[in-house]
T-cell receptor, first 114, second 107 residues
């Protein structure tokens, strides 16, 4: 069974640009979560999508947005990039709306903002 | 959302020593999950605790959920170099992971 996949692996942008990160969940999973992990720090929750709807949002500004497509894949968009947005962005998927489900993480996208 | 505090932030042990990380909440948790992230890797699910006072074991790892469901702990007996990584707790009522405890093991 294929795991959670994310693309690209690395992304380099300059301040003010926009970044788009993509995530494909495990087959059969309908929930997708996004986290930011700055170097050496913990996981900061960004967004949770299930069945195409945003279910929960972390304490991030509106320039962090996303969506979930009918095939349950998801996209994270970061507008007006700032230097402090440089981090590893992790996507996780789980079976469904029950938030007790195990989250399976992808390898992440390392975003560097210059 | 609720926030959990994890302590310690870092722990360096000699191989063979025991290790414990604690996860504390000011509010009652419905259940809690534990994850491990190896250096350069991504978090991997270890276990979920649901019941008050629950204790679960996975080989040298012992997970405990407090009677009041406000705290949890992970204890590793006789650490090995393969235990190196960051251990996170995560209440399942929201997605706010604890800050994690980074474990390093000296051979």
């Amino acid at each position: 069974e294929a795991g959670v996949t994310q693309s690209p692996t690395h992304l380099i942008k300059t301040r003010g640009q926009q970044a788009t990160l993509r995530c494909s969940p495990i087959s059969g999973h309908t929930s997708v979560y996004w986290y930011q992990q700055a170097l050496g720090l913990g996981l900061q929750f960004l967004l949770w999508y299930d069945e195409g709807e945003e279910r929960n949002r972390g304490n991030f500004p509106p320039r962090f947005s996303g969506r979930q497509f009918p095939n349950y894949s998801s996209e994270l968009n970061v507008n007006a990039l700032e230097l402090e947005d440089s981090a590893l962005y992790l996507c996780a998927s789980s079976l469904g709306l029950a938030n007790t489900d195990t989250q399976y993480f992808g390898p992440g996208t390392r975003l560097t903002v210059l | 959302g609720q926030q959990v505090m994890q302590i310690p932030q870092y722990q360096h042990v000699q191989e063979g020593e025991d290790f414990t990380t604690y996860c504390n909440s000011s509010t009652t948790l419905s259940n809690i999950q534990w994850y491990k992230q190896r250096p350069g890797g991504h978090p991997v699910f270890l276990i979920q605790l649901v019941k008050s006072g629950e204790v679960k074991k996975q080989k040298r790892l012992t997970f405990q959920f407090g009677e009041a469901k406000k705290n949890s702990s992970l204890h590793i007996t006789a650490t090995q170099t393969t235990d190196v990584g960051t251990y996170f707790c995560a209440p399942t009522s929201d997605m706010r992971f604890g800050a994690g405890t980074r474990l390093t093991v000296k051979p």
